[in-house]
């Protein structure tokens, strides 16, 4: 079994996939309050990101089809496109009375010159003039041929009863022949659309007639971890959601409410959006690109630095990785980590967390891990039958779990 959780997941420390001049990015399905694309086959999604040297670069998108474990597939893209799988982005928008400028870039899929034809796991990468990739995004299609259920509960191992939770669920197809479930189907189970926390490998734990049942006693558990931390910043010259302290500066700098380690926290609801994050400025009409930037100051109070750790500031707002940005440093005369980061107006979740010498990152060293956690788990089912090329998505099960409604 392959499992990657939220207190322990690798990562290749210091490999940034594209520019410090790339700023958010997102590729999301229409509509508001909508951060995910994992979607049926056909819905449309939308690409974004800001460049910072704001000089009108020429970028082009490219998709890939991949396995499900995201290894490039066989299909050749006239097999799973009707179109172009390599295209320029042609809807360019420059920023409009901000401090920091910016060419705001977009892109839907599909569109006219690229129609995506079959279900699967794809890679949108985003090159440059010289054809060099600049950054990924991961995107999920899928036909809704078998239907997921899903139950969360809190975990039933005494040693992690407090602080884990675990996942059940079943695969149901009535209209469809599946020869040999275990060698034909894959699932893979995925915590807040982070796609460092996934658990992978998991055999049918019961089969019934069109139905495969997967009810592991601690092979689907997920550390609960806590509830984020959240910053508004939608005013640019007056202080928000937790924000203590304005500056002005070649751009605003924007300080967020200092967050004090506590070995000996307990659990305290507090609704979030998982990690997520939303674009607005209230003294513009467009945030895509009326929003200015801030350089975000983060501070965790800490009576000593944790040894031979880094800390850093963590979440979707670039696609949770680890870099040098979102690095803290440790400073003894007042006891804090303090850094900070350039962020496009709007509500962010974030969460701080700490990575070792071998680069293991660990999420719930500063901020605990509880099973009441409210979280969203996603299910996702591949069937590759016997002589097939590729992995069709057959379902999709989504469910968030909150022990305290």
């Known amino acids: 079994m392959k499992k990657y959780i939220l207190f322990i997941f690798s990562v290749f420390y210091g490999v940034l996939s594209y520019s410090q001049d ?49 290894k490039k597939s066989r299909l050749f893209s006239s097999q799973f496109i009707d179109g172009f799988d390599e295209n320029t982005i042609i809807n360019v928008t420059n920023s409009f009375n901000t401090l920091q400028s910016y060419t705001h870039y977009e892109v839907r899929i599909p569109n006219a010159n690229t129609v995506i034809t079959k279900s699967g796991n794809y890679l949108l990468s985003v090159l440059d003039e010289d054809d060099d990739m600049v950054f990924t995004r991961k995107f999920v299609l899928y036909e809704s041929v078998a239907s997921v259920g899903l139950n969360v509960s809190r975990s039933r191992n005494t040693e992690t009863l407090n602080t884990q939770q675990t996942i059940e669920f079943s695969v149901n197809y009535p209209n469809l022949r599946i020869n040999n479930p275990q060698q034909e189907i894959n699932v893979v189970l995925l915590k807040n659309e982070n ?145 900070s980061v350039l962020m496009k107006q709007g509500f962010y979740n974030y969460t701080f967390a700490t990575v070792d010498e071998f680069g293991i990152v660990n999420t719930n060293e500063i901020n605990g891990s509880f099973f009441q956690t409210e979280n969203q788990y996603t299910v996702i089912v591949y069937f590759k039958p016997f002589g097939s090329l590729y992995d069709r998505v057959i379902g999709m099960g989504s469910v968030s779990f909150n022990q305290n409604r």
């Open 22 to 70: 790339i700023k958010s990015i997102q590729l999301r399905a229409l509509g508001d309050n909508v951060y995910t694309a994992i979607v049926p086959i056909g819905t449309v999604l939308e690409l974004s990101f800001d460049d910072l040297e704001a000089d009108g670069k020429d970028y082009q998108y490219k998709i890939e089809h991949m396995t499900h474990d995201w």
């Open 195 to 339: 796609w460092n926390e996934t658990i992978t490998d998991l055999q049918p734990t019961f089969f019934k007639p069109n139905q495969l049942k997967y009810t592991y006693s601690n092979k689907t558990n997920f550390w609960g971890g806590n509830e984020y931390l959240n910053f508004d910043s939608k005013f640019l010259r007056n202080k928000s959601i937790n924000i203590v302290k304005i500056e002005k500066g070649d751009v605003f700098q924007h300080y967020v409410y200092p967050y004090t380690y506590d070995p000996y926290l307990t659990y305290r609801y507090n609704p979030d959006i998982n990690g997520q994050f939303v674009f607005r400025a209230l003294e513009g009409n467009d945030a895509r690109t009326e929003a200015d930037y801030a350089r975000m100051h983060f501070t965790l109070e800490a009576e000593e630095p944790f040894n031979d750790k880094k800390v850093h500031v963590y979440g979707a707002f670039n696609n949770f990785e680890i870099d040098d940005e979102t690095e803290l440093t440790y400073n003894f005369d007042d006891s804090t980590y303090r850094g």
